[in-house]
């Protein structure tokens, strides 16, 4: 039976060992897990594998995929990962149990959009403490813990920080501590319990499993880890985990033997890059049917390591093939392991077909 291409293909079992490796890691520290759809786009299988596996919330970063988690799953409590724009606080409020924030003024619509609803807003107050990301300076987090505090139909429940997505730095036990010192102060200040401390995303899950978190963290925001099992710092394989949870697989639509080098006088490519060519004399080359409309080529990695990506443009992929494990002919598939950009973007591309398969084989 002829499947369409390009597409992704999901394997929810393997990434329900995932889920329920993880979960069960950060449960043991005594900490609640977001699981966070966005680099799947919310798709309905992965939802019902974390909430059929034990995630406490449901976490993405917009609007419109919390309305489908809301429509889908509307018993599990869901969180807002991006601090809203001023036009978007409605929103929030319709989708949103919880949401991240590191602006007063925000929180002012926030609680003015909130007005007449049934129960309050749950607000995590965002942290700086080196990334440089979303988030207060620690020397500014009490004033402002304390300005949202009396503002009505907002319950302020904690504290928050980002690491690893924007700046690199890594989590360590004196970062974690700052957040920890934050959230002292600003009981000491306001009275407020301020419970709830999530310390991060999949980047802190290596210091978790070594021991060195300290107990206070007790939130979590976990996605890249679960769905691609890899540990975030440096892209190894995360132990205990599985790395074969999704893949991409495109067809070959041309497949020719040709020189490695261009022919003739050359300017930009179509993407405005001068691009550099070794001449690797004549060589076979396979045309697929995706392109940077689709994904991010520098996130594949052919499952043939034998496949050597050489570019592409928007709608092409160009690999050569001269040294492939198996010989390849027209209309013959190839598969890709891809890596969290690639993953995001062939998930949120409307070209790709999404194929889910079950079982763990």
């Given amino acids: 039976m002829y499947t369409r291409t390009p597409r992704l293909e999901i394997y929810p079992d393997r990434i329900a060992e995932n889920v329920r490796y993880i979960l069960e890691m950060c449960h043991a520290h005594g900490a609640q897990v977001a699981c966070v759809s966005k680099v799947m786009c919310a798709h309905p299988v992965i939802l019902e594998v974390f909430v059929n596996n034990g995630a406490d919330m449901l976490a993405d970063s917009r609007a419109q995929n919390l309305k489908l988690i809301a429509e889908l799953h509307p018993q599990i409590p869901r969180l807002l990962l991006r601090p809203p724009a001023l036009g978007g606080v409605a929103d929030v409020i319709r989708y949103a149990d919880y949401s991240l924030h590191s602006s007063l003024e925000t929180l002012r619509q926030l609680s003015q959009a909130a007005e007449g609803s049934r129960f309050p807003h749950h607000v995590i107050v965002m942290v700086d403490v080196g990334d440089l990301r979303e988030g207060v300076w620690p020397d500014q987090v009490v004033s402002l813990v304390t300005a949202a505090a ?212």
Avoid at 158 to 187: F, H, K, S, W
Avoid at 201 to 228: D, K, T, V
Avoid at 230 to 257: C, F, K, M, Y
């Fill in 150 to 361: 009396g503002l009505p139909n907002l319950e302020i429940a904690g504290l928050g920080t980002n690491l690893a997505c924007y700046g690199g730095v890594i989590p360590t036990p004196e970062n974690m501590q700052v957040l920890i010192n934050c959230r002292d102060a600003c009981r000491e200040a306001t009275g407020l319990s301020l419970d709830l401390l999530s310390g991060g995303n999949s980047a802190n899950l290596p210091l978790l499993a070594s021991g060195g978190m300290p107990p206070e963290i007790n939130h979590f925001r976990i996605g890249e880890a679960i769905i691609l099992g890899r540990n975030v710092l440096d892209r190894s394989a995360l132990p205990g985990t599985r790395q074969d949870g999704t893949r991409v697989v495109a067809e070959v639509i041309e497949l020719e033997s040709k020189p490695s080098i261009p022919i003739g006088p050359r300017g930009q490519d179509a993407f405005g890059d001068q691009v550099e060519f070794v001449d690797s004399g004549i060589r076979k080359r396979a045309l697929l049917n995706l392109g940077r409309q689709d994904v991010d080529i520098e996130g594949l990695m052919p499952e043939d390591e034998g496949i050597i990506i050489l570019g592409g443009s928007s709608d092409h992929l160009v690999l050569d093939v001269s040294d492939a494990h198996t010989a390849l002919k027209l209309g013959d598939e190839v598969a890709f392991i891809p890596s969290y950009s690639a993953l995001l973007a062939a998930s949120t591309s409307p070209y790709v077909e999404k194929v889910v398969i079950q079982g763990l084989s």
